[in-house]
Nanobody
Framework: QVQLVESGGGLVQAGGSLRLSCVASRSIYTIPLMSWYRQTPEQQRQLVATHIVGGDTDYADSVKGRFTVSRDNAKNTLTLQMNSLKPEDTAVYYC?????????WGPGTQVTVSS
């Protein structure tokens, strides 16, 4: 079973940047679809960004132009570069992977953006 572990969350002022990483316990080349989700106590888990092996990416409208998702197969890492952060980006961010019918989630990392 593949384990995903996020890191890089923290407290940042509005307009700042953070870089989240998701490290997998085995090669992410075997995980064709990987995504970042986020959740607040008031909202359901929301898809933020998706990266498909081969390079295709997709983003929620609310983060387009500010967030960039990428993967490094050699380091078994999915990364989310978040720029121009806003207070509404405050959430727990989760890494997600899907390989066929198998799904996997990380435990999450808290991102807090102060105004």
């Amino acid at each position: 079973q593949v384990q995903l572990v996020e890191s890089g969350g923290g407290l940042v002022q509005a307009g700042g940047s953070l870089r989240l990483s998701c490290v997998a316990s085995r090669s992410i080349y075997t995980i064709p679809l990987m995504s970042w989700y986020r959740q607040t106590p008031e909202q359901q888990r929301q898809l933020v960004a998706t990266h498909i092996v081969g390079g295709d990416t997709d983003y929620a409208d609310s983060v387009k132009g500010r967030f960039t998702v990428s993967r490094d197969n050699a380091k078994n890492t999915l990364t989310l570069q978040m720029n121009s952060l806003k207070p509404e980006d405050t959430a727990v961010y989760y890494c997600y992977g899907r390989a066929g019918a198998r799904e996997m989630w990380g435990p999450g990392t808290q991102v807090t953006v102060s105004s």
